[in-house]
């Protein structure tokens, strides 16, 4: 029996007969406070939102950019984005007025969201990437090379960019509250070698690029009944409200090119540590115009690897890796991006080819980047309904990863990925606060 | 909420200004949504009923706003349907149920909802 077939029929004539709620939704653009924007010198982006009486849903917002390159030596040089046109972003932060500090701030920003993207993406999701972000040709394997820019003024593309992070990304899709404190979306830019390879093997100068018609798109939905909004501005002058996302901090280590055990710290200290990532790019290939900087990571000559938490291993036994042994590392990768309420995500943008591919990978003709990452899932349960389901390290304590090494790896940066439930708290005074 | 935009909007924020304090001026509490409704002759059971189709309403069609937003959405569509009811209707109904055996009251209520769908179908046809 229909929820409306257990009414009697008096009230389901006028259930049924009842106005619609009346609403107005509105596609809102929120413009950056400069018109153009450059990798080596303006590389801050301000874009201040607030759209009054209105409810942000910043689950379907993006934001707009147009970029071009401008190197401008040889035409025969083209500049291509490392995955989409995220890849710009080195630093996204959260600013609340009235608030101290910053809510959110996520650095790696382009590292975090490519490899995230990676993990969420199939065939189909490369496709819309191709078309709206500026990604390679879709294929069944996501392709490291994005569009690729002739010399200043040859050619520009415009991309689209759902951006990630838990303020701008709350679970359940819910709106951010009407009636908010302005808050400002802080962009911190790459430099054009680590965002870009160049085609040619003598990297075309200047290494720098602009960025033009930069916008933050937001649906935002009016209750256009005066009763209702004046009911629900005088509850949240009187009542907190709350949402939570899953945000990321990066914390940044070094590898020596050495044999054997080496132990990085982490230290992480979190109330719902979900999961823990770390990506190893060989540190010559960090701001080199001709190698892929951000999407490269590899697993080569790691033999066995574990995370110690506050005295505790994570997982209990040490996960062991070879060419023919990459199930559990795969398995924790893929349990560490799933996507909220999900066990695992399955995607088909991380082949095993490029999970166990080499740090030569890395080239800049290769299109077949390597994807391997050494990953442990903290998260007890993955229901939908359940938030703060990570690890409890709050108490603090030291954390670490142990790596294993059959030879010496390239000398290397390793970047962890540490992600993390961050709840928001909108006090009846207006002040947003974070608690994570 | 998933369908067309009404129209674009393009903000141009003035970082001086007081957005919150402007939004509590402009809704003031003198019109607060007025939810005095009677539902004293309405059973307990329709009312809980009514409660659960008003929250799965909302869980489908508005699940995009946050509280307390959702909650109030549910009270409105719950009061504006009991504002709509004809009282003595609904009075004459359940003691014409209550007069009748199981079996009739089921019929009954399959023929109601025949002659419900018959006239959704109609108003829809004629809008």
Not at chain 1, 161 to 180: D, E, Q, S, V
Not at chain 1, 207 to 231: H, K, N, W
Request: aromatic share 8%; glycine share 4%; charged share 20%.
């Amino acid at each position: 029996m229909s929820l409306t077939e257990s009414l009697p029929l008096s009230m389901r004539y006028s259930v049924t007969g009842s106005d619609a709620i009346p609403a107005k939704t509105t596609l809102s653009r929120f413009d950056a406070t400069s018109s153009s924007y450059n990798s080596a010198s303006n590389n801050k982006i301000l874009i201040p939102v607030n759209a009054g009486d209105k409810f942000l849903d910043v689950s379907k917002g993006y934001l707009h950019f147009n970029v071009v390159s401008n190197h401008t030596d040889d035409a025969a040089v083209t500049a291509m984005m490392i995955g989409n046109g995220a890849c710009v972003i080195s630093k996204m932060e959260i600013q609340c007025s009235g608030s101290s500090g910053k809510v959110e701030s996520i650095d790696n920003y382009n590292v975090y969201h490519l490899y995230d993207g990676l993990w969420k993406s199939n065939v189909n999701d490369l496709t819309y990437l191709q078309a709206v972000a500026g990604a390679g040709a879709p294929a069944l394997e996501s392709k490291a090379r994005g569009v690729a820019l002739t010399k200043a003024a040859g050619s520009s593309v415009n991309c689209c960019i759902a951006l990630k992070g838990a303020f701008l990304n709350p679970y359940y899709g819910k709106a951010l509250p009407a009636g908010m404190n302005q808050f400002t979306i802080e962009i911190t830019l790459d430099s054009l070698k680590n965002a870009f390879v160049e085609s040619a093997a003598s990297a075309d100068a200047p290494f720098d690029f602009t960025l033009s018609e930069v916008r933050y798109y937001c649906p935002t939905y009016q209750v256009l009944d005066e009763g209702i909004m004046a009911s629900y501005a005088q509850q949240v002058s009187s009542q907190p409200i709350m949402w939570i996302g899953e945000s990321v901090n990066a914390i940044t280590n070094t590898i020596a090119a050495a044999t054997g055990k080496q132990t990085l710290q982490i230290n992480s200290s979190y109330r719902s540590l979900n999961g823990l990532c770390t990506l190893i790019r060989t540190s010559a290939s960090l701001e080199n115009m001709n190698k892929n900087s951000l999407t490269a990571v590899n697993i080569e000559k790691v033999t066995s690897y574990k995370y110690r938490i506050m005295s505790e291993s994570y997982p209990s036994d040490d996960i062991d890796v070879s060419a023919t042994n990459t199930g559990r590392c795969y398995i924790e990768a893929s349990k560490v991006f799933a996507p909220h309420g999900k066990a695992q995500s399955i995607c088909s943008a991380v082949s095993l080819t490029q999970f166990t591919a080499t740090a030569n990978k890395d080239a800049v003709n290769l299109d077949a980047a390597c994807h391997g990452s050494l990953c442990v899932d903290l998260k007890k349960f993955s229901d939908e309904r359940l938030v703060m389901s990570g690890l409890d390290t709050s108490a603090g304590g030291p954390s670490t990863i142990e790596m294993t090494f059959s030879s010496a790896p390239n000398a290397s940066t390793a970047t962890t990925l540490a992600l993390h439930d961050r709840m928001f708290i909108h006090a009846p005074n207006g002040v947003i606060t974070a608690q994570f | 909420m998933e369908g067309a935009n009404d129209e674009v909007e393009n903000y141009i924020i003035d970082t001086n200004k007081d957005y919150r304090d402007e939004f509590l001026k402009q809704y003031p509490e003198d019109k607060i949504l007025d939810e005095r409704v009677d539902d004293s002759y309405i059973e307990l059971k329709h009312k809980k009923a009514l409660f659960a189709y008003c929250k799965s309403m909302i869980d489908s069609k508005y699940n995009v706003y946050p509280e307390p937003m959702y909650t109030l959405l549910i009270k409105k569509l719950y009061y504006d349907t009991i504002k709509n009811m004809d009282k003595d209707q609904y009075i004459k109904e359940q003691e014409e149920l209550a007069n009748m055996n199981f079996i009739e009251q089921e019929m009954q209520i399959v023929k109601d909802n025949e002659s419900l769908e018959i006239y959704l179908n109609k108003n829809n046809n004629e809008k």
